[in-house]
């Protein structure tokens, strides 16, 4: 009980510097890619920043391991997370090092309890928008059949794609772009499922409030109990009368 | 209560002649640009309704603060439409001052309770659709690389993008077109799950008014009143055959 | 009540030979457009049979007019019927008359209560898909930038654009032939909605059914019958051992 | 009862046999198909293991109309099932053979009562895509028109064809593929309608459990029950005071 406290304890505390070292991770993602004639030192600097945020959150993700009380399923259900962690060790690829950041970070930002539902969709979705945006015009710039090659033809495509709209006016030609295009694809449907699960939801909840047959149920209930209460006070009235009744079992 | 009251009033009796002053300042808005070779003095004539469409909603703005209770709280629940009133004094760009009207109008049509929910979204997709195609069109015509440039194109073009089918035949090529075209692109992401929550919330109504499980209860709390209606009746014979219970008590 | 027996009596004797007829449209419609070279007798017999059979549903609609109780509520609840109706007549476009005989069939196929909703739906979406083809065929095939020149593309056409694909390989290019598509886009929306919505019912119906709140409801309601029903018990043989209650009053 | 439990028995033991027999299909649709330089044993040698799976769910279907009881009944409801089992008797073509075992694997994953919902449509999407995206490529690369030359270009077109994006930069040309395409695109709206059916059931589920009716509800019947409750202990003491009820009566 304590540990499992120490535990939330740590995550409380750390959620508003981590959210703060996402934005500055975001940051230092986007500086190259914009900016690709920046010098070499800038770039280099980016590359150490981003690798400093992917450490606290590994760092955040083992502190946390340290100060659970089932570890064994803590590690289970954070699965992912430990995938995250251990992905850009082996492979040091720039992408990788952003999936396995995004991975660890949303998973922070989910279990915030503070953070709603919606909030966290909304969040999620622009995160996505702006890494995709960033991550497939690197990739495409360099393919010469390509026709992303500014930032604003790789955010208007990312519209394009996560609304399911889809003009074709601009798409990734490499297979690398590709998967992330599905990526936003697939998350632009979870998108307008959220979007239409909320509505739907809010509209249903307007529907059923005013439910006949609920309210038909409370009133016979509370009918039914006005009936009892009328024969309580009856049998008292006939036990008072006969005299014989003891106190103590009156309510 | 009574200050409540008289901005409620003035609301009610401003909805109408505001409603038309929209209508007035989308045919000002479409003229220009549906028929570009207008003389001088019909453009200057409608930027002069322009302006006193927006002068009249900011007007009423300041009659509802002034008529309000709680001046502070009015503000804060309204800072879109206080943006909308500011914004077109600071920048006096054409197409802020279209989302500042169109946000005016929007914002006073919900609040009018007579109207239903159902005839604000489509009044709202219209009023999108229509000032999306204009402003559009406004835009693209003078782009050399762009494709959008009779009004006929325009409004396919808006209609594609709303109902997300995005053939691409037609698509916005400058920042500011593209902007539009995003804000069309989720009102149609909106209405599409407006569209669909409608009907579920249809069908499961449907589904609901045959629940057997409701029905069970209603039926089980149906028979428990009866039976207690029944001990009711014998507690009162074996009273009444004991002489004995006061007449006061019995219901 | 009479009277409105002699409607209901009519519409379901005729609901068969009617739906014939519609089908009879249907080929007399699409013939013309599919086989071009047709002979000059066939196009006149083809439209002599539109004539008919618009005859035949425009006879309907007055029959029932003149077997119905309450005429002038008739009229306004399907003052869509009577615009069907007089169309043709006032504009004897043939597209006029197909939109006319579409409203005709799908008003009176929806009256029809044996039809169940899921099939009027289906019905209503390969209708609108069939005759939407063949429409935008015959008004793209004379456009000379037009890309819909065969059946076969016009149904492929018609396909992307319901489901909001939008692959944008074949589109229309004329004014016509847009407002077509429109239509066409606006059912696919419906469509998705009904799809969805159906769905949603279905799996809200099923989670509702092991809704546990309800339940822990019933099982509380059994419990306190059971108890009533002791206390009943203890009651009668109070009552049996005093004496002196009436045996009538006993149930 | 023992014949039923003898089919079932059957069901679950083959389930895991079959489901491995589907996968070696896959493997053995595919080789020719993305390597189509393969040698002409290669080729033969997985039209042979073709059929041979085809047969295997052929026996298994005529194994389990043995078994069944009632077979009258077992044949119209699983008429689909026939139809595959018939169908590439018929016509050996490929394509036909492909739908067959397709229909039948799905058909047999769907009685295994073990596999949930989810799990069977997120199996059933991938099936289609993966079966979609060979298919076309294998219809498409022979066609001189055709724009989808190669795996990776018919995977790429059929996640922008389900998830109804369509930029178009790839589409079918033939009549084939197209046909292929509708069975994706109308797979891609199921699809859009199971994600969004599940999210709204669940945003539904979440909105009742604070249901404050049915709280109310619960509350009203537990208080009633205290009050029954109460009136026993009054009638017991009454009745145990007059000595007179005898024991068995009380509970």
Known sequence: MDERSAQHRWERRTQQPLMGLAVVFAAAYAVPIIWPDASQAVTEACEVVEWVVWGAFSLDYLVRLVLTERR????????????????????????????ATVLLV?????????????????????????FGSLAVLSVERESPDGNIKSMGDAVWWSFTTMTTVGYGDHAPT???????????MLSGIALLGVVTANIAAWFIARFES??????????????????????????????DSSGKVPEKSRT
Not at 77 to 93: G, S
Not at 113 to 124: E, H, M, N, S
Not at 210 to 226: F, M, W
């Open 72 to 99: 064994g399923e803590f590690v289970r259900t954070h699965w992912l997370d430990l995938c995250a962690v251990l992905l850009p060790l082996i492979q040091p690829l720039r992408l990788l090092r952003v999936v």
């Open 174 to 184: 490499t297979g690398l772009g590709r998967m992330i295009a599905v990526g936003l």
């Open 210 to 239: 005013d439910d006949v047959e609920e309210r038909r149920q409370t009133a016979a209930i509370e009918a039914l109990a006005e009936e009892v209460r009328a024969l309580r006070a009856q049998v008292a009235a006939l036990s």
């Open 106 to 130: 949303g998973q922070r930002a989910r279990m915030a309890t503070q953070i709603r539902l919606t909030t966290y969709v909304a969040g999620a979705v622009v995160a996505l928008m702006m």
